[in-house]
């Protein structure tokens, strides 16, 4: 049999069109996952990318936002989702790493179950409050909270840097600092605008209007991916320079794109090329970097050796807290 005729008996057979059917990638709308309500900087990212990756694609990418338990719906639906790359998880490292510390048991493992695309965003962390508080500055907060019985501080969602940041600041200062969780940053900057809450942690974009119309003022901030002080907050000193150093004020968190496990390595890497071209969009770019958050990528390699070697740091630094879910 020649080439020829092998082409056309495998033409006949059907084979050739579900070979090709087969390594078509994507073949079908791609859904980004968001572990948050849309508003937030994760949401706002998500469709950034998004946008840019369907003109890539040639297909639909859809931001679906699934909050609650900090991102575990979100992950549990991409961890048990079909490895071929069109469901895709945007959130915080929450899921994939604090929730081993925080919680007995997950729907799925951390450690196995995710491929890892590449992280887009990592940054500080605001300690804010309203503007009826009286306090200026760390020491100024904590003589507050010491006599405030009540006082409450809110974070985006229970177990994450935020929350972490909180029970620190208990320990560290023996108070008794009441947290309040919230599903995403904005239901909660709304609280604190409202007065309902006196302060609360959270990324500088969900808070940034209110700060610069005098609504709420930013106490401290964690170090950033570089360390030091925020760009767009140069006046307000870090954690550190206000004399702490715990693990969770000094570590710099991340947002990731990853996938489910077993999707091929080939449609990984395309995933990553496209979601590193949308980064790289001048436009882009400014957006995110507005939040106060640094815009940043790595191979899917580099990604996932990351995940293994932070991964066992932070969760000796939640474990310190005594932080525990359930």
């Given at each position: ?8 008996g495998?033409?006949?057979?059907g084979?050739?069109p579900?070979?090709k ?19 937030g900087?994760?949401d706002?990212?998500?469709?950034l990318?998004a946008d ?5 694609a ?17 992950a ?5 989702a ?32 995710f491929?890892?695309v ?19 500055n760390?020491?100024e ?18 177990g ?26 904005g ?8 007065g ?17 119309a005098?609504?709420?003022r ?6 950033g ?9 140069s ?13 969770s004020?000094?570590?710099s ?19 990553n ?30 990604f ?11 969760i ?6 005594g932080?525990?879910?359930?």
């Amino acid at each position: 049999m020649n080439r020829r005729e092998a082409v056309l008996g495998m033409l006949a057979l059907g084979v050739v069109p579900f070979a090709k059917a087969q390594g078509a990638f994507p073949s079908k709308p791609i859904r980004i996952i968001v572990g948050f309500p849309p508003g937030g900087v994760a949401d706002t990212a998500a469709r950034l990318i998004a946008d840019h990756m369907s003109r890539l694609a040639g297909k639909p990418v859809i931001v679906d936002n699934r909050p609650g338990a900090g991102g575990i719906i979100a992950a549990t639906a991409v961890a048990k989702a079909t490895p071929d790359g069109h469901t895709l998880l945007l959130n915080l490292a929450y899921p994939v790493i604090n929730a081993q510390a925080l919680l007995k048991s997950l729907p799925y493992d951390p450690n196995k179950d995710f491929a890892f695309v590449t992280p887009i965003l990592g940054g500080s962390v605001l300690l804010s409050v309203h503007r009826s508080v009286p306090a200026t500055n760390l020491a100024e907060l904590v003589e507050y909270a010491r006599r405030t019985p009540g006082f409450a501080l809110g974070s985006w969602a229970p177990g994450s840097q935020g929350h972490l940041m909180v029970e620190a600041i208990n320990r560290h200062f023996g108070l008794n600092i009441t947290h309040v969780s919230y599903k995403g940053e904005g239901p909660m900057t709304q609280d604190i605008m409202g007065g309902q809450i006196p302060g609360g942690t959270s990324s500088l974009g969900a808070m940034q209007g209110a700060i610069k119309a005098g609504q709420i003022r930013a106490i401290a901030v964690t170090s950033g991916p570089r360390g030091g002080r925020m760009k767009q907050l140069s006046e307000v000193p870090t954690f550190a320079e206000q004399g702490m150093n715990e693990p969770s004020v000094t570590f710099s968190g991340w947002i990731g794109i990853l996938t489910t496990a077993g999707t091929p390595r080939a449609t990984v890497a395309k995933l990553n090329e496209w979601v590193r071209d949308a980064l790289a969009q001048p436009e882009n770019r400014a957006k995110l970097e507005s939040f106060g958050l640094e815009v940043f990528s790595s191979t899917p390699e580099e990604f996932d050796a990351s995940f293994r070697t932070e991964a066992p740091l932070w969760i000796k630094a939640i474990n310190a807290t005594g932080v525990k879910l359930d």
